[in-house]
């Protein structure tokens, strides 16, 4: 069995504001092995964000622990957020510049990583000559630019219309398995976690915490599209849908 | 690798339908400006008002011909343009560096926020006998002036384009490990182009009413100061000269802050 790459134990959290307490995490507990691809469904607004804000160290817990075993992270936010004024390949170089790594080699493995995954004759144009699934992928590789051990993936997909969305889906879950990456996605939606994931764990309402951890069991079976077709999806999609909603 | 690029029938016969509207538009504009120059020649020519009280487009071109031959019309334009231009880079460089401040520490911003709301709704010529005993009568008070009117509009525009930062690309810096720095540089100043040009457009008109203003309260030279003048003693030829000289001044510096923002935003970032 891998090494445990990250690890909630008995987590909780509370947001101040003026207007009062939040309360957005209690006793949540789970890991993360290396190489795994995880995925965390929710109901809206339970507490998924603020859970990613605690893996990647943004947020410090109220009770309970976060390890992460000195490992660093790439996160992935809903929309691309690639810069407006940055040709995609500036874009890509953005957290080479912030981490102090912007040297030749590095910038050389990114440019292959662009060619690699169909970007190369994009570098030089501004994100808005790009549909919005090169976008994302531009995202994806400018999260990967700096080589991070876990990707941190909160509803990458859901501001995409569904036909690119599919498309998008398998084609960023092809990249990470390729780059052998481990994943924690976040995402509310059940068909999209199953067709992914290794993995899938269920938060309750807020406050989070998690329900239910189920192991997929497709096989080798990595691609999205083909999960979607086969006989067991049916049958998580329900389950999970009950545990949802229960 | 440009390519040729072919347009259907119909597109082109659309292209050239925008090209005529562009030049109608255009001759239109040219069109209202004689017909008004003309109208206004004829009710000096005709009688139909007395010219003493509209003047005229011919005897405002005389007098400006005149003043050029007094060698006092580059003097006087000169004296103007400096006042404004200076009050102007000095009330855009400041405002921008106190809004930059503001953004960088909240408590200062909350601290400030009173005294930046009363600045802004106090008329700044009520400062005017103030500034006279400060800064004396010359230039130093009309740029003091000019700056007063474009400081405070500066930075409560450049505030409110640095704390409107998009708090999901905050998001990703920091989960990038940026500090307030990278985060500034990289972030918040290029995002802030647009609102920072909108700015030096506002500005322009600031620092024109600042050194005008500036000019009625205590000058010795400047179009202001001819405008007074002119007033005084009812030469409306020369207050209508200096007035028409301030409007393509004005427009001269308006059209100068169009071609940065060209330069600054490239049209392939939109
Ligand atoms: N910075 C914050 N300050 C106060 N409350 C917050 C903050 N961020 C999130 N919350 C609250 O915490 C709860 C969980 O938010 P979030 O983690 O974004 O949920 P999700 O991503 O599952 O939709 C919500 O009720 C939200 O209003
Ligand atoms: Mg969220």
């Given amino acids: ?246 | 690798m440009k390519h040729q690029i072919t347009y259907s029938r119909e597109h082109a016969l659309f292209l050239k339908k925008c090209r005529r509207h562009t030049v109608i538009v255009q001759l239109f504009r040219v069109g209202v400006l004689a017909a008004l120059l003309g109208l206004w020649e004829c009710v000096a020519a005709f009688g139909w008002a007395d010219p003493f009280l509209t003047s005229s487009p011919s005897r405002i071109c005389a007098t400006v011909a005149s003043l050029y031959r007094e060698g006092t019309l580059f003097y006087h334009i000169g004296v103007t343009l400096a006042e404004t231009i200076v009050g102007f880079l000095i009330a855009v460089a400041l405002g921008t560096s106190i809004a930059l401040a503001l953004w960088w520490s909240e408590s200062l911003r909350q601290v400030a926020e009173p005294y930046i709301v009363v600045l802004n709704a106090l008329p700044k010529i009520a400062l005017g006998p103030l500034i006279i005993i400060w800064f004396g009568t010359g230039s130093n008070a009309i740029v003091f002036m000019t700056v007063l009117v474009g400081l405070i509009v500066s930075v409560m525009h450049m505030l409110g384009a640095f704390v409107a930062t998009d708090k999901n690309k905050l998001l990703l810096l920091r989960s990038m490990g940026a500090n307030k720095i990278q985060i500034l540089t990289k972030l918040v100043l290029p995002s802030s182009r647009a609102a920072f040009i909108s700015m030096l457009k506002v500005n322009v008109g600031m620092a024109w009413i600042g050194s005008i203003m500036g000019e009625y309260i205590v000058s010795k030279a400047g179009l202001g100061y001819l405008i007074v003048y002119g007033g005084q003693v009812f030469k409306l030829d020369l207050v209508m000269s200096a007035t028409c000289i301030l409007c393509l001044l004005a427009a001269g510096m308006y059209f100068l802050v169009v071609l940065l923002e060209k330069k600054l935003v490239k049209s392939a970032e939109r």
Wanted: hydrophobic share 40%.
């Fill in chain 1, 1 to 246: 069995m891998k090494r445990e790459i990250l690890r909630f134990d008995d987590v909780g959290l509370t947001y101040h504001t003026r207007r009062g307490e939040t309360r957005a995490a209690e006793h949540l507990s789970f890991s993360v092995r290396e190489g795994e691809f995880v995925a965390i469904i929710g109901p809206s607004g339970c507490g998924k964000t603020t859970l990613l804000s605690l893996a990647a160290g943004l947020l410090s817990p109220s009770e309970g622990k976060v390890e992460n075993a000195g490992v660093s992270f790439g996160y992935m936010l809903q929309r691309d957020e690639l810069f407006a004024w940055r040709t995609v390949e500036k874009n890509l170089f953005l957290p080479l510049e912030i981490k102090k790594m912007d040297t030749a080699e590095a910038r050389k493995r990114v440019r292959s990583l662009a060619e690699k995954y169909g970007l190369a004759d994009f570098l030089q144009n501004y994100p808005a000559q790009l549909s919005g699934g090169m976008r994302q992928r531009a995202a994806l590789i400018r999260t990967l630019a700096t080589d991070p051990d876990v990707l941190l993936l909160d509803e990458p997909f859901s501001a995409l219309d569904y036909q690119t969305r599919l498309n998008v889906c398998r084609d960023v879950a092809g990249i990470i398995r390729r780059e052998g990456k481990t994943a924690l996605l976040i995402t509310h939606d059940i068909s999209e976690a199953i067709s992914l994931a290794d993995r899938v764990l269920v938060l309750s309402a807020r406050p989070a915490k998690v329900v239910a951890a189920h192991e997929m069991d497709f096989g080798e079976e990595n691609d999205p599209l083909i999960r979607r077709e086969k006989k067991n999806f049916s049958g998580w999609f329900e389950l999970l849908w009950k545990e949802l909603n229960g």
